[in-house]
């Protein structure tokens, strides 16, 4: 029975334990809401939970305890009627092998009852052919037979699309082919919620992002949140050594070093609120090239990782509780630069930096 | 309660092991009415000696259970089976499939309508192959046309039971081997109970407790069978159909390894 349509994926406290005394907490009261037309990215390491989450929102797996909806739908009672409007796509795709392409997408879409709608678009977009579809599956690439699992999981338009590492074997170009159908589904209102390894994808495309480590959700926020709230990396040039820099709060791993008559190389971590007091300290110290990079939802994430012990997760303080942001816009967001500033100066100290390491 | 759309892609996944088991079937079959019509050539006249191959009956009945034809049985019925839902499991298939909206009961009913379809064109074969056997053989007098039709029941039912084990064995386990040797372990434990006890004194008492013991296409042909005994075939039926709808839909379907 429809229960809370308001978010298209919500679950509550939901939680999956298995063995004999459900020691292996492969899921540990997990809240999570996705709302309708968004583009939701799911992150986390292998083991994390990422997979067992999504086969209890299909209903492959059961709930130990904790509940959740989709599409305002009872997971374990309304199974059949989820999956009725959603397309799933899983990680490590697998296919009949004695089908050819056509055929095979032919009877998946005859077992979901539904017509299909996308087919030539997709496949247009991901450049297969008809030709293709004519030949047995078992001749097919890796990055083929992953084509092909897109189009069976899309091409009935479904309202939420559940994707498990769908860039797998796919090739950059065709994985941004990929990110382009996807930000065209979620802008016509279907929402897409997918886990990958791939965080710059992730972090191109997607609105939020949950990560996920131990079964347990350590960040819920908007890419934009999530970044924000992490370190950038400064790297300047000035004349002088600039006095008590040390001192500056929110400033860590200060390397200051002479670099003859070039001045002073300064480079560190900062946090976004120091950024302006530190640059002013550096303007006074005469600020020759400066170079601020934003910090990548890679940092991000691996500085959810690096901060947390073996069974302790820590959380950063603005996203200990789940809370949800204003969505952006997912084509404004994938133009955003993540350079603040760069002069050919920093370019170079940038690549200097690159080849010492 | 059948996904027809699913039963056809199974039939069809497995048409080639149809095809050419059904025509060994035939083939198989036809041998025993020959056989019968060359001892009793050789014999010349003289007095048949007891046995199977004194009747045309108890040849058929040999052909019905001897080791190959519950091979080639098993192969058609069980065997289509018992890979059905762990195969698909194993290949990573199953998660595509359960994405469907289709209930885990539909999909476990249309596989095991498949095992029963192996097993019905199983017996189908073996009758026809019988026929044709008479034919060439020329004994087609000493068939008893009229029994044949419960020959073929009694055959798909035998082997429908075996298939329906197969499956609840299929839908309990991740992967194939073990269900694959719980259903052969069935079906041997069963076999060599009633060899044994054909020929051994020790375990004759114990022959009534194998499936085989029941089965007796010589006593269906000669109509001195019970009917009552087909309530074993039917229970073994149920009760491992009952296993099957309720445990598959409860089980946990992790991601495959």
Partial sequence: MPNDSTYAIQTSALSKHYGRNGEIKALQTLNLEVRPGELFGFLGPNGAGKSTAIRTLLGFLHPTSGSANVLGLDVVRDSVAIRRRVGYLPSGFTVYDYMSGREFLDHMRALSGRPSLLRHRIMEALELSESILKRPVRDYSRGMRQKIGVVQAMETDPELLILDEPSEGLDPLMQRSLQELLLERVALGRTVFFSSHLISEVERICNRVAIVRGGQLVALESVESLVRFRRRRIEAIVARKPLRLTATVGISHLKVASEGKAGVRISCDAEAAAIPNFIKRLQSAGLRDLLVEAASLEEAFMSYYGNSTRNTVQMAPEIATPITRTRRAPAKRAATPRKVTMRPAARRLAAKRKTSR | ?257
């Fill in chain 2, 1 to 257: 309660m059948i996904s027809l759309v699913l039963l056809q892609r199974l039939v069809r996944g497995h048409r080639i092991r149809l095809l050419v088991g059904l025509a060994v079937v035939v083939v198989w079959s036809l041998l025993f009415p020959v056989i019968y019509r060359a001892f009793v050539d050789q014999l010349d006249g003289r007095p048949t000696p007891p046995g199977n191959f004194s009747t045309l009956s108890g040849t058929i009945s040999v052909g019905f259970i001897h080791p190959i034809s519950i091979a080639l049985f098993g192969i058609l019925s069980a065997g289509l089976t018992v890979g059905s839902i762990s195969g698909e499991r194993q290949r990573g298939t199953l998660e595509l499939l359960l994405s469907r909206p289709i209930p885990r009961r539909t999909i476990m009913a249309t596989m095991m309508l498949e095992g029963w379809i192996g097993a019905t064109l199983t017996s189908t074969a073996y009758v026809l192959g019988t026929i044709i056997g008479a034919q060439i053989a020329g004994v087609t007098d000493e068939l008893v046309v009229e029994q044949l039709p419960p020959l073929f029941a009694a055959g798909a039912l035998f082997w429908g039971s075996f298939a329906t084990f197969a499956i609840a064995a299929s839908g309990s386990f991740d992967r194939t081997p073990p269900a694959m040797a719980i259903t052969v372990g069935l079906i041997m434990a069963n076999y060599i109970v009633e060899v044994l006890g054909s020929f051994w004194d020790v375990m004759e008492p114990y022959q009534f407790l194998s499936l085989f013991n029941h089965f007796s296409p010589e006593d269906i042909l000669e109509k001195t069978a019970d009917p009552a005994k087909a309530l074993i075939f039917v229970t073994l039926t149920l009760l491992s159909a009952a296993w099957a709808f309720y445990k598959f839909p409860r089980r946990d379907l992790a991601a495959p390894n």
